[in-house]
Nanobody, 128 residues
Framework: QVHLVESGGGSVQAGGSLTLNCGVGGDTASRYCMGWFRQAPGKQREGVATMRTGIDGTYTYLIYSVKGRFAISYDNAKNTLYLQMNSLKPEDTAMYYC???????????????????WGQGTQVTVSS
């Protein structure tokens, strides 16, 4: 099991950048799918990006609306998951959550029902 603590949210003007951090504690030696999710007021929670930890190579996925603007990465030395967000738009405004679930597979599911560990969330507000 792991414990997730998010930080890095804030307010930024449209076109700006933010980097979200998700500190991972607990059994970091195990393999997990990790993902970033977001939920805006009145909207359904949606997956934004996923990646696999604990293995070599790169296994990442981004939804179409953020592809080319966002990047997901993991620093093994710091046990930290990142979401680098560039060219932010007002529609990116949401509460962002880090989540994880243990897996033995190479590919990660974008559906939030698969994730059993969640961070507390960090607010991202993009003004126009």
């Amino acid at each position: 099991q792991v414990h997730l603590v998010e930080s890095g949210g804030g307010s930024v003007q449209a076109g700006g950048s933010l980097t979200l951090n998700c500190g991972v504690g607990g059994d970091t030696a195990s393999r997990y799918c990790m993902g970033w999710f977001r939920q805006a007021p009145g909207k359904q929670r949606e997956g934004v990006a996923t990646m696999r930890t604990g293995i070599d190579g790169t296994y990442t996925y981004l939804i179409y609306s953020v592809k080319g603007r966002f990047a997901i990465s993991y620093d093994n030395a710091k046990n930290t998951l990142y979401l680098q967000m560039n060219s932010l738009k007002p529609e990116d405004t949401a509460m962002y959550y880090c989540a994880a679930y243990p897996t033995r597979h190479d590919f990660c599911n974008i559906g939030d029902w698969n994730y059993n560990y969640w961070g507390q969330g960090t607010q991202v507000t993009v003004s126009s």
